[in-house]
């Protein structure tokens, strides 16, 4: 299929302990090029899933591919390929920013062969020129971040898997942070595909293409964002100041413009005097996860 970057089929992973729990129940996906998001409720499996599909936890079960590396083949491959960033990056407190380059690059062994020009091109792109000999332990929270992921740049990985990039980062540096995903997708040097993970689905509206959601340790939904939002289409309704809010349904939010309530009908379809609304992203998950929880959607 054109335009999948990271594809996974049946993959099945269990947790640690004497009593092994079941994480992933047989996920299958197909990773666009471009933005993604990947969404769910905690425990979902989001986490697990990443590290699986970047190599760092063997699946039990099924197989990961990207390009024409399978995980089970050449997981060295696959794991030079692909690009894990976790919510909290780990940095060497006492090394500066110039030093965790120059110790990567290194450690990829390019020798000195634009080396430098790496180097700075890294430091300029993830502003952290100003901070280039600065200690990792100087660093902000936001800026450690942008030094993991300028090392996972420097690695030229094809794939870039997120978890919880802008948790924790102010308005501005969340901005910054999807300014920035757009220019490495634009790099001919960049990453084809990055994937996000995130509860913040303001930012899947507004910058992502394609949501994938867990539920259950399962993929119940992979597409385009507008056909995320399409789940609810016929659901998401508001209400006139005043009108009683009808049985299985939620307040989601309140419509500026009239001061009627809006709302999303998870019971009984809409019926005839109820004025629809443009779905969001929120309406389209809370269908998908009422769905599942229903087991309306495939398991």
């Known amino acids: 299929m054109s335009g999948v970057e990271l594809l996974a089929r049946g993959v099945v992973q269990y947790g640690r302990g004497s009593e092994a729990p079941i994480i992933l129940r047989g996920v299958s996906l197909d990773l666009m090029s471009g933005l993604s998001a990947m969404v769910g409720p905690n425990g979902s499996g989001k986490t697990t899933l990443l590290r699986t599909l970047a190599g760092l936890l063997p699946p039990w079960e099924g197989h990961v591919e990207v390009g024409p590396a399978a995980l089970q083949d050449d997981p060295a491959e696959v794991r030079r390929q692909v690009g894990y960033l976790p919510q909290f990056p780990g ?7 110039r030093q965790h380059f120059e110790r990567q690059i290194l450690w990829l062994e390019e020798g000195e062969t634009g080396a430098g020009e790496r180097i700075e091109g890294a430091l300029s792109r993830f502003g952290l020129w100003e901070a280039a ?11 450690r971040r942008w030094l993991a992921l300028s090392l996972l740049w420097t690695r030229r990985a094809q794939v870039l898997l997120l978890d919880e990039p802008t948790a924790g ?3 501005e540096d969340r901005n910054a942070f ?31 293409k394609n949501v994938i959601m867990l539920a259950g340790g399962r993929a119940v939904f992979q597409g385009m964002v507008t056909k995320f939002k399409d789940r609810a289409r016929e659901r998401a309704v508001v209400l006139s100041p005043g ?4 049985p299985g349904a939620l307040e989601v939010g309140l419509d500026m413009g009239t001061g009627g309530r809006q709302v999303l009908i998870l019971g009984e379809p809409v019926g005839d005097g109820l004025r629809r609304r443009p779905p969001t992203v929120m309406d389209g998950y809370l269908v998908v996860e009422h769905e599942w929880n229903r087991r309306e959607v495939p398991a």
Not at 243 to 246: L, T
């Open 91 to 97: 940095v060497f407190a006492r090394l500066t920013v």
């Open 178 to 208: 999807w300014e920035r995903m757009f220019e490495l997708l634009a790099d001919d040097d960049g990453p084809r595909a990055i994937l996000v993970t995130t509860h913040l689905l303001d930012e899947v509206e507004t910058y992502c």
């Open 243 to 246: 009108a009683a809010v009808p």
């Open 169 to 171: 980062l102010d308005a």
């Open 133 to 143: 000999d600065y200690p990792a332990a100087r660093l902000s929270p936001a800026r």
